[in-house]
């Protein structure tokens, strides 16, 4: 690696920084803005309710209370949750919920990618063919029918009429209970991905160097596999970032109908009780990951192509 | 392509397998309820809501509780006495024990409500006070609370509570209060280990281990959003009387889920939503419950058309609560009759106050319609338009667009406005006044007509309407002046007649929630005061 892509990595880093300072500040200022405040109790008077908002902060300016949490969250600190459980850390709160999240969500991904690729080259390989329209129909339905309608059929085919799978989630088999989940949830991505890869399939083998292959006389299978397949792959790949992160940051709905407790749920919840806390603590989260895969994503286009790297002197 | 197929079947029955019977499998009687919301606080200290106090009762225990058919019980308690002049209650303990093995004592009572009592954040201490049980000295250290001021324990000595000894508590009133014992049945004055509480400060309550139980149950999981697991609690004092091993919550906000987990027999209790009723009304498993909600409309007395007696006569006999609670709400809900839920609260006969005070007003459309048309002459209108603030939940929502109707059907020349706001606007809305009708409700705090009556106080804060009555201010002095509990029962039973022939508001309706049930479990008991659902009689076959 050298120097200048060294600087490329740094002066990217920077504002990766930034960019998350701006999103707390504008989370916090968002979050003072909504209607209503933690303690909404209609039994609360005025004076009490003055003097829980001095118990946690909460009556100090703007800044005061966006400089303190700053503060707090950079050695690790996110607050306490005032209203999905009282007075528990938020970390503890949100920290097993990541793993059910991400655990779900990168499973649904790599389900999804797999089947995605093989039909997407299936029905690329059997052009015009009924076979490719099926997949295609597939396709198009995988994109429009929503996840949780394809959710609530698993749930009665596979949970009520033949229960080979648990309605609710049951954190003592996390394997069982997320399987339906994660099948609802690679539907969108296989739809994406065969799509994706289809084309692109077919755009690859009818380029020239396919034809240069076949003229040499390499045999069909070594055509695909070695030559078109790699070439096919690299714009999926790109796609998959932002649908890993999608994924990842959990389903609201489908966390609703499996009663998944992950962090979608944790969020809205958040949102509906004025959880401050927690909100901003998840919101984070997510625009971290957002940060982390875009900074991914601009640092390997910079490696792959230094053209990228624009400026002059880099 | 086939190949493929095959091998993910192979998986999914695989995974399918996995952990069957694993360590997820309890031993014994297991009863499992469906619940729409988790546990907010395990501490009996700050819970507010429901079910916190649901489960926190399931495993604490407090001096008082209800019994199957409402009625006050001895819980922690083994006697009291209360003196002559009502102001000094003694309570004599049962020999019980905290789950670490500790004696539960009188000092656990005392040090858990001066802890709850100079705590900002204990959002129901308030009922220390004036507003509740009227312990000695509670609204002096409440108002220094509330004022700023940080207080420990040990500044809450002038608070009226002692241990005289290790069994005998002793709680001194500033007035008397005839429903004190009752009040007892709320967590929040139940019992805190003080050693261990102090020794885990800001963790305690947090998770299972950090909470010690003296009731019916042992909390042994906690996982947020999710699941609740108790066990029979073995060094329970009445352990005979409690005939499951576990009983287990699980935490999902979609209905439709936790029914379909009910027909799949993992689920043997789960709320049922209103689009749901109609499909199961005519199962062996559905059932009804009765909440303490009273839903009512609540009338902006300084409303220039609004402080017109006939226009509120006409508005209350223009209702058809019959029609509503039959055939719009359908989940056991009932018609709102007095200004006081049935069930809330049974007199020195016995009897429910709601049985004693009567039933005030039903549809009458001509009635209504004369009293509209003496309304509009004393006005000097021919028409009028009202605005009807509600909020964006139901029942509310499907109330009010069915009293839209209702209202207007029955009252020709009226309009109604909808205003639908979330409910934390309504309230804010209703507190500054800014409403003509709005349509409300008021949980219990207690089991007595008081929590709903004292409302409509001249001066009092939760008076939206601004209902101000000589008469009805009197006859709740008179009540809370009388000399024996006979004479106060029919003081507030006038009053509570005054209010409604002055309508100030219309008794709408009383919140019912429509239910399935298992046929082999018995004994979840409902109470529309206090702690909704108690476990402890819970049987399964």
Known sequence: MNKSTMKYIGKRLLISAITLVIIVAVLFLMLKLMPGTPFNDEKLTEAQKLAIYAKYGLDQPFFVQFFNYMKNMLTGDFGVSFGIVRNMQVSDLVGPRILISFGIGIAAVILGTVIGVLLGIYAALHKNTLADTLATIFSVLGVSVPSFVLGLLLLLLLGVTIPVFPILYESSHPLRSSVLPVIALSFGVIANVARFTRSEMISVLASDYIALAEAKGLDRTTIIRKHAFRNTLIPVITILGPILVNLMTGSMVLEQIFSIPGLGRLLVEGITVNDYNVVLAVSFLYSVLYVVMMLIIDISYGIIDPRIRLGKGD | ?541
């Not at chain 2, 005998?168 to 004190?180: D, H, N």
């Not at chain 2, 909440?291 to 226009?311: A, D, F, P, R």
């Open chain 2, 1 to 541: 392509m086939k190949k493929i197929l095959s091998i993910l079947c192979c998986m999914a029955m695989a995974i399918s397998l996995v952990g069957c019977g694993g360590n997820g499998a309890t031993t014994g009687k297991t009863v499992t309820v469906a619940k729409e919301n988790d546990v907010i606080s395990m501490d009996s200290t700050y819970a507010t809501d429901g079910m916190s106090f649901e489960v926190i009762h399931a495993i604490i225990d407090g001096l008082m509780t209800q019994d199957s058919d409402g009625s006050l019980i001895n819980a922690l308690a083994a006697d009291y006495t209360v003196s002559d002049d009502e102001l000094t209650w003694t309570f004599t303990l049962k020999d019980a024990v905290w789950s670490n093995g500790d004696a539960v004592t009188a000092h656990d009572f005392e040090y858990a409500w001066k802890r709850t009592v100079v705590r900002p954040e204990a959002e129901y201490a308030y009922l220390y006070g004036s507003d509740g049980a009227c312990i000695a000295g509670a609204d002096e250290i409440l108002d220094r609370v509330w004022d700023g001021e940080t207080l420990t324990e040990a500044d809450a000595t002038d608070l009226g509570v002692k241990a005289l000894d290790d069994k005998t508590l002793e709680i001194k009133l500033a007035q008397s209060v005839p429903f004190f014992a009752s009040l007892m049945t709320f967590p929040i004055f139940y019992p805190v280990n003080q050693a261990f509480a102090e020794e885990l400060g800001d963790q305690y309550a947090l998770s299972p281990d950090n909470l010690l139980s003296c009731g019916a149950f042992k909390l042994t999981k906690w996982e947020q959003g999710n699941r609740i697991e108790l066990v029979k609690n073995d060094t329970y004092y009445d352990a005979d009387k409690v005939e499951i091993d576990n009983l287990i919550f699980v935490i999902t906000k979609e209905v439709s889920s936790s029914v379909a987990a009910f027909e799949g027999g993992t689920v043997d209790f789960t709320k049922l939503s209103s689009d749901l009723i109609d499909k199961y009304k005519d199962a062996d498993e559905f059932t009804t419950v009765l909440e303490g909600y009273l839903w009512y409309l609540q009338y902006n007395m300084e409303n220039q058309y609004l402080s017109n007696k006939n226009l509120r006569l006409a508005l209350t006999y223009a209702v058809d609560k019959v029609d509503l609670v039959e055939n719009v709400l359908k989940d056991g809900s009932l018609t709102g009759d007095g200004f006081t839920p049935s069930g809330l609260a049974t007199g020195p006969t016995g009897k429910d106050f709601r049985e004693e005070a009567g039933e005030y007003y039903s549809l009458d459309a001509t009635k209504a319609q004369e009293y509209f048309a003496a309304a509009l002459q004393e006005l000097g209108l021919t028409s009028l338009k009202l605005t009807l603030l509600y909020e964006n939940a139901d029942p509310a929502k499907s109330a009010a667009e069915y009293l839209q109707s209702c209202l207007q059907k029955n009252l020709p020349g009226l309009t109604i406005e909808m205003d639908m706001q979330p409910k934390a606007n309504r309230i804010e809305r209703q507190k500054v006044g800014e409403f003509e009708v709005v349509l409300t409700r008021w949980g219990p705090d207690y089991a007595d007509p008081t929590t709903y009556l004292t409302l409509m106080q001249t001066g009092n804060s939760y008076n939206y309407g601004k209902f101000s009555s000589a008469a009805y201010d009197g006859k709740l002095a008179e009540a809370s002046k009388a000399a024996t509990v006979e004479a106060r029962w029919a003081a507030l039973i006038e009053a509570e007649k005054i209010l409604m022939e002055e309508v100030p508001i219309t008794s709408v309706f009383q919140v019912g929630g429509a239910s399935l049930i298992s046929g082999d479990v018995t004994g979840i008991d409902t109470h529309a005061v206090g702690v909704p659902y108690i476990y402890k009689n819970v049987k399964k076959n």
